[in-house]
C-alpha cells in the first residue's frame, strides 16, 4: 500500500544515496577527552563527548552525511507529527571537531537532546541500504506510532560555519518538503541558540514562556537578567574570549552590542579567534578542545599573567577558562571549577535568602570529573553529589531531580536547572531583611540568565562573570578553592570492547570476571587512588582512567590497571 508522502520521498532520496559499505549510528559514546570518529570495521560511531549526533565516518570529509541529513529530516518530521505538531529543531554542527567533519543533532520541543529510545530510530533510517527499504522504515515507523500524516509537522534548523552546511541544509530542506513539512532556515546560529528558539516556539504563549523565538530575543534576555545579576556590582579587569573560529565569534560580538559597554561599567570583552571567512582555521590550535587537550592556551593568543581568558568550542556549547598564574605556569579553569564556582555562589544566595530549608542544591558529575572537585563539594560546600554514566542525557535528567541542579562536564559543558516549585517560591517568597532582598534579587535573575534547555557557552560565560564580580575574585582566587589531584588517560586496545560491561555510574566493571577486584586492590595500595576503566563507544579500545596524591603514582596506577584491562582483553 502506498502510503501519502512515499513518492516524494523515494525521489528526493534517490538524490542522496547511502554511501555503499558505510554503516551510521546516533548517539553519544565516549568521555571527555575521547576524540575517535572511525572505527577499523567502517563503521561509523560518533564519539561527540557531550551531543547526541549523527556524524561521519571520514575524519577528512563531509560528503558522505548527505544521506544522513536526509533522512533526519525525515525523522524530525515524524517526531514532530507524533508529538501533535511541536516544534523539532535540527542543527548541523560537528562542534569542537576539525572544519573537514560535520554532524546533526536533533532537538526535541523543550530544547533538550532527541528523546533517547528515538535513537534507534535515526540509525535505522541512516543505515537503509536503498530507497524502497528506506520507505519500509519509514512507514513501518508511522504504523507503529499511529501517526496521522495529515497532522501538520514543524521544523526549525540551523547550522554552524563549516562548508559543507549549505550542501546539507539542502538535503534536510529535500526531507522536509517531501513530507510537506513546514520548516525556518535560521542560518548561522550557535547550538544553544537553535536549543533556545526551538523552546520559546514551544512554551510561547503558555505558563512557562521561555523568550522570544529569535536572536534577538536571545541576546535581550541575556543582557537583561544580566543586569539585574550585576545590580551595584564591579567588574574585576576585563575577560578575552578565544571563540574557535567558529560560529560563536560573530554571535558574542552580537551579544555585546546589547550589553553596557566598559564606560557605563559593562564588562569588557575582548574577542579573539573569530575569523569565519576562512573554514580550514575552525578549532585550529584554538578553542575549548584544545586547550584542555593541550593544557595551554592557544599559540595565537597572548596571554598576560593573571589575566582572565576563555575558550568556547566550534558551536558555542562549551566554555573553559584559564590564565598564567604568578610563576607563569598555565592553570586550567574546567567544566568541573565552573560547575563548583556556581554551585557555591547559588548555594550562599539561597541561605542569604533565607531560604536554606526549602531549596535544595546539588551538583552532577561523572566519573571523570575530579575527585578533588568531589571532595570540596562534598566537604566545604556541603552539597550532595550525583554521579552518572557519561553523557549530558545522563547529566541533564539527574540535575532535574534537584530544586536547583548543576552539572558540567570536565570539557565545559554544562548548564544549571530549576525546578518548577523553586521559580514559584523565588517569585512568591517575602525576605525578612535588606540582606534577604539583595541576596533574592539576585537568585531571580540567574534563572533567565542560564540557559536551562542546554549548556551554552555564551551564557555560562556571563554567569561566571557574574559570579567573580560578586565574590570579587580573578582566576587566582578562583583556583585555590581546591587542588586538583593529578590525574591520567590511558587508551589500551582490546581485541574485543564490548566484553567490558560497566556499572555503578561506569565507575566499576562487572565483567570481565575478576578485573574489578584488581583494579581495588591495585588502587588501595596508592593514597588518594581512584581508577576505572571504561569501554570505548567507537573502537575496540578500553578508557583507563587513574587519580592519585602525585604524578609519579598516578601515573604508575594508570600503567598498572592498563595491564590488568590489557590481559583481561587479550583473554579468548
Known amino acids: 500500500m502506498n502510503m501519502p508522502f512515499d513518492r516524494a520521498i523515494s ?80 542543527m548541523i ?39 524502497q527499504e528506506l520507505l519500509d522504515v519509514y512507514n513501518k515507523l508511522t504504523g507503529d506510532f499511529q501517526i496521522q500524516e495529515d497532522t501538520k509537522a514543524y521544523v526549525v534548523f540551523a ?38 528558539i526551538t523552546r520559546c516556539l514551544n512554551t510561547k504563549g503558555t505558563p512557562y514562556e521561555f523568550g522570544e523565538p529569535n536572536e534577538q530575543g536571545y541576546y535581550e534576555k541575556l543582557a537583561a537578567s544580566l543586569g539585574a545579576a550585576m545590580k551595584g556590582r564591579k567588574y574585576s579587569d576585563s575577560v578575552t574570549v578565544d571563540c574557535a573560529n ?57 596571554v598576560a599573567p593573571l589575566a582572565r581568558y576563555a575558550s568556547l568550542d566550534g558551536d558555542a556549547d562549551r566554555i573553559v577558562y584559564y590564565f598564567i598564574d604568578a610563576d607563569g605556569v598555565f592553570r586550567l579553569l574546567d567544566g568541573d571549577r565552573i560547575a563548583t564556582l556556581a554551585a557555591s555562589f547559588i548555594g550562599d544566595l539561597v541561605r542569604s535568602a533565607g531560604l536554606g530549608e526549602k531549596i535544595k542544591v546539588g551538583i552532577v558529575q561523572t566519573a571523570y570529573a575530579n575527585g578533588a572537585s568531589t571532595a570540596f563539594v562534598t566537604q566545604d560546600l556541603k552539597l550532595p553529589v550525583v554521579c552518572t554514566p557519561t553523557g549530558v542525557k545522563h547529566l541533564h535528567h539527574a540535575a532535574t531531580k534537584f530544586d536547583i541542579g548543576v552539572y558540567f562536564e570536565a570539557n565545559g559543558h554544562g548548564t544549571i536547572v530549576f525546578s518548577d516549585l523553586t521559580l514559584k517560591r523565588l517569585a512568591k517568597y517575602e525576605p525578612q531583611s535588606p540582606a534577604q532582598s539583595s541576596a533574592l534579587e539576585t537568585l531571580r535573575a540567574l534563572p533567565a540568565l542560564i540557559n536551562q534547555a542546554v549548556g551554552d557557552a555564551l551564557s555560562d560565560l556571563l554567569l561566571v562573570e557574574v559570579v567573580l564580580a560578586h565574590k570579587g575574585w580573578g582566576p587566582s582566587e578562583w ?24 556499572y555503578d555510574a561506569e565507575r566499576k566493571l562487572e565483567s570481565p570476571p575478576g578485573v574489578q577486584g584488581q583494579i581495588d586492590k591495585l588502587v588501595g595500595k596508592f593514597k588518594n587512588g581512584r581508577s576505572f576503566a571504561r569501554a570505548s563507544g567507537t573502537e575496540d579500545a578500553v578508557r583507563v582512567y587513574a587519580e592519585a596524591a602525585t604524578r609519579s603514582e598516578t601515573d604508575d596506577l594508570a600503567q598498572k590497571v592498563a595491564v590488568v584491562v590489557k590481559e583481561a582483553g587479550a583473554q579468548p
Request: glycine fraction near 8%; aromatic fraction near 6%; charge should be negative.
Open 246 to 302: 567558529g560560529v560563536g565569534g560573530p554571535k558574542l560580538r552580537e551579544l555585546i552590542k546589547y550589553l553596557p559597554s566598559p564606560s557605563e561599567g559593562g564588562l569588557e570583552i575582548k574577542v579573539v579567534n573569530d575569523d569565519i571567512l576562512a573554514p580550514d582555521r575552525l578549532n585550529h590550535q584554538c578553542g575549548a578542545d584544545y586547550v584542555k587537550t593541550n593544557q595551554r592556551a592557544p599559540p595565537s593568543s597572548q
Open 159 to 196: 547550522r554552524d560555519t563549516r562548508a559543507s552546511g549549505p550542501r546539507l541544509v539542502s538535503a534536510l530542506a529535500a526531507a522536509l518538503e517531501a513530507t510537506e513539512t513546514e520548516f525556518t532556515d535560521y542560518g548561522l546560529l550557535t547550538t544553544p541558540q537553535l536549543h533556545y
Open 93 to 131: 554542527t560537528a562542534s569542537h571537531n576539525p572544519p573537514g567533519d560535520n554532524g546533526v543533532k536533533l532537538v526535541d520541543p523543550m530544547g533538550e537532546m532527541l528523546e533517547g529510545s528515538w535513537e534507534a530510530y535515526a540509525t535505522q533510517l541512516a543505515n537503509a541500504p536503498s530507497e
Open 479 to 502: 583556583d585555590l578553592t581546591y587542588t586538583d589531584l593529578p590525574n591520567r588517560l590511558v587508551r589500551v586496545e582490546v581485541a574485543d570492547r564490548n566484553i567490558f560491561k560497566a
Open 11 to 90: 525521489s528526493s532520496s534517490a538524490k542522496f544515496p547511502k554511501p555503499v559499505g558505510r554503516s551510521f549510528q546516533y548517539g553519544t559514546a565516549g568521555p571527555d577527552l575521547d576524540f575517535d570518529l572511525v572505527s577499523d570495521d567502517g563503521v561509523c560511531r560518533v564519539d561527540t563527548q557531550s551531543d547526541s549526533k549523527l556524524t561521519k565516518c571520514d575524519s577528512s570529509t563531509s560528503d558522505l552525511l548527505d544521506s544522513v541529513v536526509f533522512r533526519v529530516g525525515l525523522l524530525a518530521a515524524l517526531r514532530s507529527r507524533k508529538l501533535n505538531s511541536q516544534k523539532i529543531g535540527v
